[in-house]
């Protein structure tokens, strides 16, 4: 795993993050990013594209508080927000 | 017949994200049909690649998981996984589409060590 998530969760001050592809891991429960991605929640919304979960087999153990979406409310969230940002 | 070598594959990259894990199966179904004496070594987030339950109509990609069930038809049947990297993702045997041998870093690194070929994805 590389560290755009972790400079993601640094850098921004508000707004809304989804996880898409393997980013999807990191908001499953016992990876090594669930005590971070757990705190980071009291700041974010979260969301993690549903496909991309069920893909990976992790569709059960998402952790709580975490939303999930389907592509098109992947379109959605690109609307309601200002701007778009893609932490490759 | 020329003399059978053995070949590990480490794979290390999660599926579907990138083409590692895929590519890394057809590699090993070819060196298979050579009948050379392969093992497959799952690493870090190579150990996802394993993860039952992987539905991937969604993102309309294959879903290449069943083919580690079919391996032992080309009598590929030594599937060894970092119980390390099992834990820190919150993984255990049960979790893997196949069965498996888990083994610790220690062990994984002796196995490494007798092989002729290893090959990583």
């Known amino acids: 795993m590389n560290s755009a998530l972790e400079t993601c969760l640094n850098v921004a001050s508000g707004g809304e993050i989804l996880l898409i592809e393997d980013a999807v891991y990191a908001a499953t429960i016992g990876s090594a990013f669930e ?4 705190e980071a929640l009291g700041k974010f919304k979260i969301y993690v594209l549903q496909p991309d979960l069920d893909a990976r087999g992790m569709g059960d153990r998402l952790i709580a508080g975490v939303t999930t979406v389907d592509y098109g409310g992947f379109v959605d969230l ?11 | 017949m020329s003399e059978i070598k053995k070949f590990m594959f480490v794979n290390r990259k999660a599926p579907y994200g990138t083409i590692y894990a895929l590519e890394s199966l057809e590699v090993v179904l070819i060196t298979a049909a050579f009948d050379q004496d392969v093992s497959l070594a799952f690493v870090d987030d190579g150990v996802y690649q394993l993860k039952k339950g992987q539905q991937t109509k969604g993102i309309e990609t294959k879903n290449f998981s069943p083919t580690y069930r079919a391996l032992e038809d080309y009598d590929v049947e030594k599937l060894y996984v970092m119980k390390e990297s099992l834990d820190a993702r919150g993984l255990s045997e049960d979790d893997m589409v196949v069965p498996v041998t ?10 490494m060590d007798q092989q002729d070929v290893v090959l990583s994805f």
Do not use: D, Y
Not at chain 2, 102 to 111: H, N
């Open chain 2, 102 to 111: 888990v083994l610790s870093g220690a062990e994984m690194g002796a196995l």
């Open chain 1, 78 to 88: 690109t609307i309601t927000n200002n701007s778009c940002q893609s932490w490759l």
């Open chain 1, 35 to 38: 005590a971070r991605l757990r």
